[in-house]
C-alpha cells in the first residue's frame, strides 16, 4: 500500500536548523528525513505514556 504523505512549511530559529542539520549528517540522512524520524519518535513516546492517538476519517483529510 502507498504510503500518502502531506506537506507543509515548517520554520525553525537558526540555531536548531544547524544542529538538526548536524544530527543528520551524522546519520547520513535527509534534513527532511531527520524530521520526519524525530517526529515519528515524539508521537511513539507521547503514545507509550498516553495510549494510542485515535484518528478518524476527517482527522486523515487533506485540506
Known amino acids: 500500500m502507498a ?19 548536524k544530527i543528520a549528517e551524522k546519520q547520513n540522512r535527509s534534513m527532511t528525513n531527520m524530521i520526519e524520524t524525530v517526529i515519528k519518535q515524539t508521537i511513539n513516546k507521547y503514545e ?16
Open 48 to 63: 507509550e505514556e498516553n495510549g494510542e492517538i485515535k484518528l478518524t476519517e476527517e482527522d486523515l483529510s487533506i485540506e
Open 3 to 21: 504510503v500518502l504523505k502531506t506537506r507543509f512549511t515548517l520554520r525553525l530559529d537558526l540555531e536548531d536548523h544547524a544542529k538538526i542539520k
